[in-house]
């Protein structure tokens, strides 16, 4: 989180900067491509999801081990004015995860190398409703921050599945709640406009269905599981 917010500091800083060094008017291309009340277009991107982890007792963490996944949905744009956008921007996103268990979760029990890992997959069907805060465009490019809240249903979270890990299944909740900040730039082509975009998103609840026994090595100690990932898209409208 940290993270971004410096990186959406430097994006104005950036702004601001440009602007005095390149104030010079330049033929700008598509200039009537946000006047529209509503637009639409899609996108492409990557993803990398993790986990946040609380515990009822100190052990050794869980290690998440993380993949790059992938992005793909449509884009619904609502003009407010020239510098605010409402933004809906459902989509599919898959992705994978390797929790890693430290072997102190499995004392006093009889475990083999596999019962140390659960690999975590996750495809989801994202839908963000999002504020766009644009600045002013300056000839064919314009940076923007973008925040707003997010639903998800997880069509692989085995929340209905009976078997737990114990028979080698880990389970997780169908549905998320998710808040979301980022920042991207507007580029402003001859025939269409491309924005590559940078977003972090958070889960507000926590996601882990608990195994049937309440000392489970793999739940019996996470008092919480939220997600948290990044995503890189890549803007066509």
């Known amino acids: 989180m940290k993270n971004i917010l410096v990186l959406i500091i430097t994006l104005f800083v950036f702004q601001s900067s440009s602007a005095q060094l390149f104030s010079k008017e330049k033929i700008k291309n598509n200039e009537n491509v946000d006047k529209a009340r509503l637009s639409y277009g899609y996108y492409l991107g990557f993803n990398s999801y993790d986990f946040n982890f609380d515990y009822y007792q100190d052990k050794k963490d869980i290690q998440v081990e993380t993949s790059t996944g992938f992005n793909v949905g449509l884009i619904g744009n609502l003009r407010i004015n020239d510098y605010v956008d409402i933004r809906l921007e459902p ?43 644009s600045t002013k465009r300056l000839n064919n490019f314009k940076p923007f921050i973008v925040g707003g809240i997010s639903t998800a249903l997880n069509l692989s979270s085995n929340q209905d599945n009976p078997d737990d890990n114990s028979a080698g299944e880990f389970r997780m909740k169908k549905n998320n709640l998710f808040y979301e900040i980022g920042f991207g730039i507007d580029f402003y082509m001859f025939f269409f406009k491309f924005t590559p975009s940078v977003r972090g998103i958070f889960a507000f609840n926590d996601e882990i269905v608990p195994d049937v026994d309440p000392n489970s090595p793999w739940t019996g100690n996470i008092s919480s599981m939220q997600t948290r990932g990044l995503f890189i898209n890549l803007t066509f409208q």
């Open 91 to 133: 989509g599919l996103s898959i992705t994978s995860r390797n929790l890693i268990y430290d072997e102190t979760y499995f004392d006093g029990t009889e475990f083999t190398d596999a019962d140390l890992i659960r690999e975590v997959k996750s495809t989801y069907i994202h839908i963000p409703l999002l504020i766009k805060l």
